[in-house]
């Protein structure tokens, strides 16, 4: 059983930064993919970026060049970097764990473990 534990987020103004911390409880977590998804109200789950236990980084578009992705796996934590935030990337950020990499790290509904998710408002 993988239990995960969000933190870091908060309101920060556009152009900001913060970084959030996905902490993880169990022994398979440095052989798992950590993925960072996103809900905005009234919008569907989305892909942020994710981890694989070999430390592929995969991202979506939206983010590429701003957000960054790493994991430290003496503290079995993984965090997502947010830098120069706009007012589109206010969501809820839920972390999530799974034992598969490559196209599967996309798809939310792949992922068995999730984290309560951290609120994150950029305001204009």
């Known amino acids: 059983q993988v239990q995960l534990v969000e933190s870091g987020g908060g309101l920060v103004q556009a152009g900001g930064s913060l970084r959030l911390s996905c902490a993880a409880s169990g022994p398979t977590f440095s052989t798992y993919t950590m993925g960072w998804f996103r809900q905005a109200p009234g919008k569907e789950r989305e892909f942020v970026a994710a981890?694989?236990?070999?430390?592929?980084?995969y991202y979506a578009d939206s983010v590429k060049g701003r957000f960054t992705i790493s994991r430290d796996s003496a503290k079995n934590t993984v965090y997502l970097q947010m830098n120069s935030l706009k007012p589109e990337d206010t969501a809820v950020y839920s972390c999530?764990?799974?034992?598969?990499?490559?196209?599967?790290?996309?798809?939310?509904?792949?992922?068995?473990?999730w984290g309560q998710g951290t609120q994150v408002t950029v305001s204009s």
């Open positions: 999530g764990a799974g034992p598969f990499s490559g196209s599967l790290v996309y798809i939310s509904r792949k992922y068995p473990y």
């Open positions: 981890i694989s236990g070999g430390s592929t980084t």
